[in-house]
């Protein structure tokens, strides 16, 4: 069975190297003629592959070729052809964030794994929370939030010590970073469906930059974020190493 693929590589040489013999075995289309989309590189270069081709129908399939690799396969330059007939999709939606900052302008992103609000000065955060327009915390004072996606549930949102969510659970994982007041407040799980809004108190004050997936917007005054249901993402993966599996993996490491 031919398929047409599409290559492409992340700036580091080890990709580069692998794209050029990759290619040199099986040839290379443009992405939007390919059947499947091959990315080299580590997780933020599959990040950046799905945000660049979520408008093709083609399916990604990530071979590592950086560090952690939690949304790639193993590379290999063999077999390849089988490995991408064989291997199982995973389809996974963003979220979207509309972020307003202290002079009026509005910013808008979409985020694979997380939309983050992080302190840019000295003193910590002061946060307030909504959920589908009902204040639920009127002041959350931390170094940060987030708001995570089951597929990035591993990832920041896992260092900040928010909880991993199957892919299947339609849940967000909303986690504080250093909760200084309440005391340690671990965060919340809120249905996929739920409109998170964040509320920067004393922004002036305690400055506060929003970010999605490295898009970093600075001095916002609100974040109001949501899951974007008509955009999916189908990434594939080698049998028996698919997002569910690595999930449930990961908890016993």
Same mark, same amino acid.
């Given at each position: ?85 064989? &291997?199982?999709?995973?389809?996974? *939606?963003?979220? #979207? ?6 002079? +009026?302008?509005?910013?808008? /992103? !979409? ?39 089951? &597929?990035?549930?591993?990832?920041? *949102?896992?260092? #900040? ?6 892919? +299947?659970?339609?849940?967000? /994982? !909303? ?79």
């Amino acid at each position: 069975m031919s398929q047409k693929i599409a290559f492409v590589a992340s700036d580091a040489p080890i990709a580069q190297d692998a794209q050029a013999e990759l290619t040199a075995r099986y040839d290379n289309v443009a992405c939007d003629k390919a059947d499947v989309i091959v990315a080299l590189g580590g997780d933020g270069f599959m990040l950046q592959t799905l945000h660049d081709t979520q408008e093709l129908l083609a399916p990604v399939y990530g071979m590592n070729c950086g560090t952690v690799g939690f949304l790639m396969n193993e590379y290999s330059p063999d077999n390849l052809i089988e490995r991408l007939i064989e &291997a199982e999709e995973e389809v996974i *939606n963003p979220l #979207a964030m509309r972020a307003e900052n202290a002079d +009026g302008e509005v910013h808008h /992103a !979409l985020a694979i794994n997380e939309v983050s609000l992080l302190r840019a000065g000295p003193q910590a955060a002061t946060l307030q929370i909504s959920v589908d327009g009902r204040v639920r915390l009127d002041e959350l004072v931390c170094d940060g939030a987030l708001l995570s996606t089951p &597929a990035g549930s591993t990832a920041y *949102n896992y260092s #900040a010590h928010g909880p991993i969510l199957p892919i +299947g659970s339609d849940v967000l /994982a !909303l986690t504080a970073m250093s909760a200084f007041r309440p005391r340690r407040w671990r965060g919340a799980l809120l249905p996929k469906q739920a409109v998170v809004r964040f509320d920067v108190l004393q922004h002036k004050k305690r400055p506060v930059m929003a970010d999605a997936d490295g898009r970093s917007f600075p001095n916002v005054v609100s974040v109001e974020i949501h899951s974007k249901d008509d955009i999916s993402h189908r990434i594939l993966f080698d049998p028996g190493h698919g997002l569910e599996e690595r999930l449930i993996r990961e908890q016993f490491v």
